[in-house]
């Protein structure tokens, strides 16, 4: 039996607010306690988002192994390259600003 779970968040999120680093977000609950870095008035939330190398390395043209290949011969054959793919990443979801009822 397998469980998929689909989080809010893929790889990591940074978040920043009012300039200062608040926390980083990378596995449930997905959420920060952001209070002690909020101010009266207007306040500038950022979250900065991170990708993984496989859709990186996904997004490149093939590789030509040709010169590897005549130089040290061929040593190796590269297996599957057509199944790679990119995966969904970034904010998946919404974001939500909670506010609590202070004691």
């Known amino acids: 039996m397998h469980a998929y779970y689909d989080p809010p968040v893929r790889e990591a999120a940074l978040v920043i607010l009012n300039g200062r680093p608040v926390g980083a977000l990378w596995h449930p609950p997905y959420s920060l306690d952001v209070s002690k870095y909020l101010k009266a008035g207007r306040n ?18 093939p590789h030509d192994y040709k010169p590897l290949i005549a130089k040290y011969g061929n040593r190796f054959q590269m297996q599957d390259l057509d199944k790679v793919k990119p995966i969904s990443s970034g904010l998946l979801g919404a974001v939500l600003l909670v506010t609590t009822e202070q004691k």
């Open 44 to 61: 500038h939330i950022e979250i900065h988002v991170y990708n993984t190398a496989l859709n990186a390395w996904s997004a490149l043209p």
